[in-house]
């Protein structure tokens, strides 16, 4: 367990530190949403209809933009391998790791996307919703992230690669999001159904994206 | 009891080629074993065949006298040509991670900085050291964290004259607690007697 926290606490603060990552990140988030008025045009009730959607694809977009860090830098200064022979297995290695990526990447996306949601005119009523859906959905972000981050740490420019693995296993997390906080702002439609899906999505990532990302870093290890 | 390790019949492929071909040695606690050999030779791959990160097509470790609840790569360290070191953590903060991850006692970081000759540059950030204080910092793990084996590949590279005496001063005494060394180099590390493997290039492609 204290080798657990050790390894978070030393991402944490090499993601603090090093802060070129989240805040490219967040550049990057801001600039997209806000083509979007540019380019749709003043239509208040259109941007507030979409609002939801932009601000959850953007912040997938911008979060996979961090994800090719996640092992890249462990792996290119023999830290991988020091971590390996360590007191836990690999598996609880990615996962301290995801946790970090969540916990410096994704925590400042959701806590600027309810600013961002000023830009598109986000009905009032959605911001809770919003809010939410984001903290409890993005863990999934991480989590899947880090098995693509695995599977792709050995390929040049995996960064393209990485968005065609990731971006798809996104969908389920992006569908019940934005469902979720539709149906708080235009009733009917259950907000707690799409909220517990998103809940589950993100449980469900817990368990297969550290063992899929360990698989891949033990067959990339030699 | 002692601790013994054993590699029987090690034949370990590298990307379709036979790299270590039948290859075995006996080494027990107090011993060094320097492998030698030609570029390609294979050293770096017993190593970290060692260490876990290669699975061998055939052969076998054996442990003798070692942690039972631990498996062998738990109980190396492997230092090899990249340091595992992070250039924003300041010096006492890189050795502090690995102390603490690796489950070594608190008061061993203070020790192995000054072993290495480090404790002048504890807050220097990493980013700041030169190639040869970089490799001090990375080995100084082997001390900050006590484990039985070490696996060592170029040591010594970008060590000045006096860090490599004081290195090899450091192998003994691991040596002489009844540790295991088993170093991959073209140099001669100072250490005596010790264990030769001599490894040459198989020609054979894997079957």
Redesign the interface.
Known sequence: M??FI??LR?DI??GL??GAATGTALGFYLVVVSLMPLGLGPDLNLLSRIAPGVLWVGLLLAALLTLPRMFEADA????L???????MPLELVVLAKAIGHWLTTCIPLCLSAPILGLLLNLELSAYPALAATLLVGTPAVSLLGSAGAALTLRARKGGVLIALLVLPLYIPTLIFGIAAISAVVTPPGSFTSSFLMVTAVSLVSLVIGPLAAAAALRAQ?? | MAIALTAENLCIERGGRLVLDDVGFTIAGGDALVVTGPNGAGKTTLLRAIAGFLKPVAGQFYLRGGDTERDLGQHCHYAGHLDAVKSRLSVAENLAFWAHYLGGAPGEVTNALAAFGLTDLAEVTAAYLSAGQRRRLGLARLLAVERPIWLLDEPTVSLDEESRSRFAALVRVHLAAGGIAIAATHVDLGLSPVKTLHLSITQKAAA
């Open positions: 204290s080798a050790a390894l030393r603060m090499l530190r090093e290119e200064d023999g830290t391998d020091a971590l390996s022979l360590g007191p290890m030699g």
